[in-house]
């Protein structure tokens, strides 16, 4: 669906935001505004990377740009869909899915309309719409930290199966938004050699994207190898927990061979020591109480348990 976004004041640049595209809204952006199957084919594909593309025959400056998406119930980590902006002279179209809507539906708010209003020009709007966009990183960066510290406090008690789950979740998450902010400012430091006409203030709109991106990608970073170290210690700590379980199972098992030995022998039908009265299975009992002693004393004294 594609609608025509309105100002509090008189802006001489117009905003097109088209959801879900349809292949009526493809023929109508060919028919009305002149664009060409090349660039409606870039703005449909929802696997597009982020990029910066010039059509000379339109004078169309295409950008897709990243941004995360969050967990649902079918997918437990985060993801990252593109969002398309469509420069074609003083209009702007922004194409987005359901997804990454709330992108959009942000600026419908009656303060950030007066804020979009502002803009001396169409590039200065773009540059608002993407240093918005790359604050949601920030967010989401904010949001498994919270839940990374959560498992980190887990650590000194049991942590079980379910916690690993969730952290994997957080290392697949991180992953997919390193991918994303990087390729973002990839395309962001393309525009220094595109054919967009930056006013001064919107190329220090620019200039402000880039820093929110590169804190973006910094915080990713570090969360990524906090996440990695967390991961680590827990994998070390049930793999020592693991062992500590097999050396006490292995030296009772060794201990417990006395009793079996000595039962064995005098379980035999043949003349053996000390077995001619009925009072001779206590002295047996005293040998291997006494062995077993000093074998647990002899384990101890070595540091097997």
Do not use: C
Not at 71 to 84: C, E, Q, V
Not at 136 to 154: I, M, P, S
Not at 260 to 285: C, E, K, Q, R
Not at 287 to 302: D, F, T, Y
Request: hydrophobic share 40%; charged share 20%.
């Amino acid at each position: 669906m594609i609608k025509q976004q309105t100002f509090p004041k008189k802006t001489k640049y117009k905003w097109f935001d088209i959801s879900n595209l349809s292949e009526q809204d493809s023929n109508k952006l060919q028919d009305e505004f002149n664009l060409t199957p090349d660039i409606i084919s870039y703005i449909s594909d929802r696997h597009e990377r982020p990029h910066y593309d010039y059509d000379v025959h339109t004078k169309s400056h295409l950008l897709v740009y990243d941004v995360p998406i969050w967990p649902t119930n079918s997918i437990k980590h985060f993801t990252a869909h593109p969002i398309t902006f469509l420069v074609v002279g003083e209009n702007i179209f922004t194409f987005h899915t359901e997804s990454t809507s709330y992108i959009f539906d942000e600026f419908n708010d009656r303060r950030m309309r007066d804020r979009l209003a502002e803009a001396s020009d169409v590039t200065e709007l773009l540059m608002i719409f993407l240093l918005y966009s790359s604050q949601y990183f920030q967010r989401a960066v904010t949001q498994l930290d919270v839940e990374r510290n959560g498992l980190d406090q887990k650590l000194s008690d049991e942590i079980d199966n379910k916690d690993l789950v969730e952290l994997s979740n957080i290392e697949k998450s991180l992953v997919y938004l390193s991918s994303s902010i990087q390729t973002d400012l990839m395309m962001l430091h393309s525009l220094d050699h595109s054919q967009l006409e930056f006013t001064k203030t919107a190329r220090e709109r620019l200039d402000d994207v880039l820093i929110e991106s590169n804190q973006s990608a910094e915080m990713v970073q570090i969360s990524h190898q906090v996440t990695k170290t967390l991961a680590a210690t827990s994998n070390n700590m049930m793999n020592n927990n693991l062992n500590d379980t097999m050396k006490f199972l292995t030296v009772w098992s060794i201990v417990l061979t006395i009793p079996t030995i000595l039962t064995g022998f005098y379980g035999m039908n043949v003349a053996l020591p000390i077995a001619h009265s009925s009072f001779d299975w206590i002295i047996v009992v005293i040998i291997m109480v006494v062995l077993m002693g000093w074998l647990v004393i002899l384990m101890r004294k070595h540091h097997f348990f």
